[in-house]
Nanobody
Framework: QVQLVESGGGLAQAGGSLRLSCAASGITFNSYAMGWFRQAPGKEREFVAAIDVRSNTNHADSVKGRFTISRDNAKNTVYLQMNSLKSEDTAVYSC?????????WGQGTQVTVSS
């Protein structure tokens, strides 16, 4: 059974930082690209960042220079370091795993940024 479990969300002040974690089980972690997505109330889910099996990364323009995705294959975990948070970063953040498409999804963790 595949499980992706996010943690690390919560309340932060504008300008602050949070680090999200996503622990994977039931998959050969180092064979999957991992991604972070977010969905704000009333908005569609949007891409935040992704990291492939070689640890090449891609970040959405809206978070470049502020957020950093990384992975630890020994711990089957992907991280999202979020710095210089803004109120518009408030959303439910979900991680995903996939190869040619995003096949597995976590339940998400709420991030709320107060201004």
């Amino acid at each position: 059974q595949v499980q992706l479990v996010e943690s690390g969300g919560g309340l932060a002040q504008a300008g602050g930082s949070l680090r999200l974690s996503c622990a994977a089980s039931g998959i050969t972690f180092n064979s999957y690209a991992m991604g972070w997505f977010r969905q704000a109330p009333g908005k569609e889910r949007e891409f935040v960042a992704a990291i492939d099996v070689r640890s090449n990364t891609n970040h959405a323009d809206s978070v470049k220079g502020r957020f950093t995705i990384s992975r630890d294959n020994a711990k089957n975990t992907v991280y999202l370091q979020m710095n210089s948070l803004k109120s518009e970063d408030t959303a439910v953040y979900s991680c995903a795993a996939g190869a040619s498409s995003w096949k597995y999804w976590g339940q998400g963790t709420q991030v709320t940024v107060s201004s």
